[in-house]
Protein backbone atom coordinates (compact mmCIF):
# COMPACT_ATOMS: atom_id res chain seq x y z
CA UNK A 1 0.00 0.00 0.00
CA UNK A 2 1.16 3.20 -0.97
CA UNK A 3 1.09 6.28 1.44
CA UNK A 4 2.60 9.97 1.21
CA UNK A 5 2.22 11.42 4.66
CA UNK A 6 3.18 15.10 5.15
CA UNK A 7 4.11 16.78 8.37
CA UNK A 8 5.58 20.12 9.61
CA UNK A 9 1.93 22.51 8.73
CA UNK A 10 1.07 24.84 11.37
CA UNK A 11 -0.49 28.42 12.00
CA UNK A 12 2.63 30.96 11.71
CA UNK A 13 3.06 34.60 11.54
CA UNK A 14 4.22 36.43 8.54
CA UNK A 15 7.81 36.13 8.03
CA UNK A 16 8.48 33.07 9.53
CA UNK A 17 9.47 30.00 8.55
CA UNK A 18 8.16 26.43 7.82
CA UNK A 19 9.49 23.06 6.57
CA UNK A 20 7.58 20.34 5.27
CA UNK A 21 8.00 16.81 5.42
CA UNK A 22 6.88 13.91 3.44
CA UNK A 23 7.95 10.53 4.03
CA UNK A 24 6.65 7.60 1.24
CA UNK A 25 6.37 4.21 2.36
CA UNK A 26 5.33 1.63 -0.43
CA UNK A 27 6.93 3.20 -3.55
CA UNK A 28 10.93 2.68 -4.19
CA UNK A 29 11.51 6.43 -3.74
CA UNK A 30 14.55 6.47 -5.27
CA UNK A 31 12.68 6.13 -8.61
CA UNK A 32 9.84 8.76 -8.53
CA UNK A 33 9.79 12.57 -9.16
CA UNK A 34 8.80 14.25 -6.05
CA UNK A 35 6.47 16.70 -6.09
CA UNK A 36 4.70 19.59 -3.70
CA UNK A 37 1.38 21.12 -4.49
CA UNK A 38 -0.73 23.68 -2.89
CA UNK A 39 -4.46 24.66 -2.84
CA UNK A 40 -5.84 27.45 -1.53
CA UNK A 41 -9.20 28.23 -0.59
CA UNK A 42 -11.59 28.56 -3.25
CA UNK A 43 -8.52 28.32 -5.92
CA UNK A 44 -6.97 25.57 -7.90
CA UNK A 45 -4.40 23.37 -6.99
CA UNK A 46 -1.12 24.56 -8.66
CA UNK A 47 2.17 23.77 -8.76
CA UNK A 48 4.89 24.62 -6.27
CA UNK A 49 8.26 22.55 -7.05
CA UNK A 50 9.63 19.10 -7.95
CA UNK A 51 12.30 17.50 -7.08
CA UNK A 52 14.11 14.84 -9.65
CA UNK A 53 15.24 11.56 -8.58
CA UNK A 54 18.92 12.41 -8.53
CA UNK A 55 17.73 15.87 -6.69
CA UNK A 56 17.72 18.24 -9.35
CA UNK A 57 14.99 20.91 -8.73
CA UNK A 58 12.39 22.46 -10.51
CA UNK A 59 10.68 25.61 -8.74
CA UNK A 60 7.56 27.53 -9.35
CA UNK A 61 8.73 31.13 -9.67
CA UNK A 62 5.83 33.37 -10.46
CA UNK A 63 5.04 33.51 -6.59
CA UNK A 64 7.83 32.02 -4.90
CA UNK A 65 10.98 34.30 -5.72
CA UNK A 66 13.48 32.56 -3.95
CA UNK A 67 11.78 32.12 -0.92
CA UNK A 68 11.36 28.02 -1.01
CA UNK A 69 13.34 25.46 -1.41
CA UNK A 70 13.25 21.63 -2.34
CA UNK A 71 15.08 19.16 -1.07
CA UNK A 72 15.28 15.16 -0.78
CA UNK A 73 17.10 11.97 1.19
CA UNK A 74 16.46 8.81 -0.45
CA UNK A 75 17.84 7.29 2.67
CA UNK A 76 14.68 8.34 4.47
CA UNK A 77 12.44 8.08 1.76
CA UNK A 78 11.79 11.98 2.47
CA UNK A 79 10.84 14.77 -0.01
CA UNK A 80 10.87 18.40 2.14
CA UNK A 81 10.00 21.89 1.38
CA UNK A 82 11.86 24.86 2.69
CA UNK A 83 9.47 27.66 3.04
CA UNK A 84 10.91 31.23 4.25
CA UNK A 85 9.36 34.56 4.70
CA UNK A 86 5.87 33.30 4.96
CA UNK A 87 3.09 35.74 3.37
CA UNK A 88 -0.68 35.27 4.12
CA UNK A 89 -1.20 34.54 0.40
CA UNK A 90 0.58 31.11 1.31
CA UNK A 91 -2.28 30.04 3.48
CA UNK A 92 -3.18 26.52 1.48
CA UNK A 93 -3.19 23.01 2.05
CA UNK A 94 -0.02 21.42 0.71
CA UNK A 95 0.44 18.29 -1.08
CA UNK A 96 3.20 16.09 -1.68
CA UNK A 97 2.74 14.03 -4.37
CA UNK A 98 4.80 11.44 -6.58
CA UNK A 99 5.73 10.41 -10.51
CA UNK A 100 7.32 8.16 -11.87
CA UNK A 101 7.44 8.99 -15.36
CA UNK A 102 9.31 12.41 -14.49
CA UNK A 103 9.66 15.77 -15.71
CA UNK A 104 6.04 16.95 -15.02
CA UNK A 105 4.38 20.10 -13.17
CA UNK A 106 1.06 18.69 -13.98
CA UNK A 107 -0.84 17.33 -11.36
CA UNK A 108 -2.45 15.11 -13.70
CA UNK A 109 0.96 13.02 -13.91
CA UNK A 110 1.62 12.35 -10.52
CA UNK A 111 0.99 8.69 -9.31
CA UNK A 112 0.59 9.21 -5.85
CA UNK A 113 -0.69 11.98 -3.07
CA UNK A 114 -0.70 12.45 0.10
CA UNK A 115 -3.58 13.69 2.63
CA UNK A 116 -1.90 17.08 2.97
CA UNK A 117 -1.06 19.49 5.17
CA UNK A 118 -2.40 22.99 5.97
CA UNK A 119 -0.50 26.01 6.53
CA UNK A 120 -2.08 29.15 7.50
CA UNK A 121 -0.12 32.52 7.59
CA UNK A 122 -1.65 35.42 9.85
CA UNK A 123 -0.37 38.78 8.80
Known amino acids: QVQLVETGGGLVQAGDSLRLSCVASGINFNMYTMGWFRQAPGKEREFVARISRRGGDVLNLDFVKGRIAISRDNAKNTVYLQMNSLKPEDTAVYYC????????????????WGQGTQVTVSS
Open 97 to 112: AADFSGGSSSEKDYDY
